[in-house]
């Protein structure tokens, strides 16, 4: 599969750091699935990774007090 950033690189099955900042904390999650370009470095992630992130961070925004690190195969 084409970059769709770069539109030359080819993308491959990594996994990267997710940071985000949340109203009351912080949320890194190590170890996320993503697809990265091997020629720009843009990551992507699939609708399922997109989802599962968006389930972790609704539920540690409820728990959370400043800032959280996780690893995504305990999380999801």
């Known amino acids: 599969m084409r970059c769709m950033s770069c539109k030359y690189g080819d993308m491959k099955e990594s996994k990267t750091t997710y940071f985000s900042a949340l109203n009351n904390c912080y949320v890194i999650i190590e170890n996320v699935p993503c697809l990265k ?6 990551e992507f992630f699939t609708v399922s ?3 599962k992130i968006d389930a972790i961070l ?4 409820k728990i959370a007090s400043k800032i959280f690190i996780l690893d995504y195969a305990k999380a999801a």
């Open 58 to 61: 609704d539920s540690i925004e």
């Open 49 to 51: 990774t997109a989802e």
């Open 37 to 42: 370009c091997d020629q720009c470095g843009e």
